[in-house]
Structures are given as structure tokens and as C-alpha cells.
């Protein structure tokens, strides 16, 4: 075998050399990684939407006022509960679009998805909704880790994949629409 050969392959994955996170996420076959500014934008739209819905919620059917959230704002009973509440509504404002077109409403305004890492295709509704956001807003829920877990979640943006914990939890990324 010559030198030539074993060149031949470039790009390819061979027991010599096996591909890189970036060539793995990234192929030139695949559509172009969402910006950090989009996700982030729409993981703004989705919260703003999700809070409205559960503060609606929470005063009509809840009988929980302005007052009483000031007085007692803080406690870990009432930060699980509405964690739980917020997941809820999450779901159920975004669940349709998730499995169908891979995208929350925010996603879906500023134009972008998520797809499966290995196939550029559509992510199954395990990974979307299990994995990706339930699990992941869940383990938000305990104290301390959880905090810690938000942070180095929204960090990993920076690699230059832009996959975040969750996405690597999944098995997913996040692309535009173009």
C-alpha cells in the first residue's frame, strides 16, 4: 500500500483516524449550525411564552396572587412546584411542533431546529421531549445541582459545535432553517 492509499480516505472515519466532534456535527452534507444569538433568542421567546401561561394559570385556578409571591417567593417547595408546573406547560404549549417539526414556538419564529447529530435528520420524540427538555428541566429542579447543571449547560454554546448538555444528552443539534 502506498502513501497515496492510505490518503485516500480523507475525511472518512478509519481506525487511524477517527473523526473529530466538529467533522462528526458539522459535515459539509449537513445544514449550517444555528447562531448562538438565534438560540438564544428563542429560548427567550419560549420562557417568556411558557411564564405567561403558568402566571395566568397560577393566579386564576391557583388562587396564588402578586402578594403572596412576594411574600414567599423564595422557598424550595414553591421553586419545585413551579419548575414542575413550568415543564408541564412547556410540553403542552410545544410538543406538537417538537415531534412534528423539531421546534418550540421560539425556535419556529426565528427560524431554526433541532435535528438528530448523526443523521441530520428528524430526532425522535424520546430525545425531544424526554431527554432534551423534560429530564433536563427536571434535573434543573434540584437544588444546587441543578444550578449548576443550567450554567454549564448554557457554557457548552461556546464549543465549537454550539451543543449544549442537553443536546449531548440527547444526541442532537440545533440548525437553521436555510
Same mark, same amino acid.
Given at each position: 500500500?502506498?502513501?497515496? *492509499? ?6 472518512? *472515519? #478509519?481506525?487511524? #483516524? ?49 402578594d403572596d409571591l412576594a411574600r414567599d417567593s423564595m422557598t424550595q417547595q414553591m ?16 410538543s406538537y411542533l417538537l415531534v412534528t417539526r423539531g421546534q418550540t414556538l421560539g ?8 435535528? *438528530? ?29 441543578g444550578g449548576l447543571l443550567g450554567v454549564i449547560d448554557f457554557l457548552f454554546i461556546?464549543?465549537? *459545535? ?17
Open positions: 500500500m502506498s502513501d497515496n *492509499d492510505d490518503n485516500s480516505d480523507a475525511g472518512e *472515519d #478509519t481506525p487511524e #483516524t477517527p473523526a473529530t466532534m466538529a467533522q462528526e456535527v458539522d459535515t459539509d452534507d449537513g445544514p449550517e449550525l444555528a447562531g448562538r444569538g438565534r438560540r438564544l433568542g428563542a429560548y427567550i421567546i419560549d420562557a417568556i411564552i411558557a411564564a405567561i401561561v403558568l402566571a395566568v394559570f397560577a393566579f386564576q385556578n391557583l388562587g396564588i396572587s402578586f421553586s419545585t412546584a413551579g419548575t414542575v408546573a413550568f415543564v408541564i406547560i412547556f410540553m403542552a404549549i410545544n425556535k419556529w419564529m426565528l427560524g431554526i431546529r433541532i435535528v *438528530d447529530v448523526t443523521s441530520n435528520g428528524a430526532a425522535t420524540a424520546v430525545k425531544l421531549l424526554g431527554l432534551r427538555y423534560v429530564l433536563v428541566m427536571l434535573l434543573g429542579a434540584i437544588p444546587i445541582i461556546f464549543r465549537e *459545535d454550539r451543543r449544549c448538555v442537553h443536546d449531548l444528552i440527547a444526541g442532537t443539534k440545533v440548525v437553521s432553517n436555510s
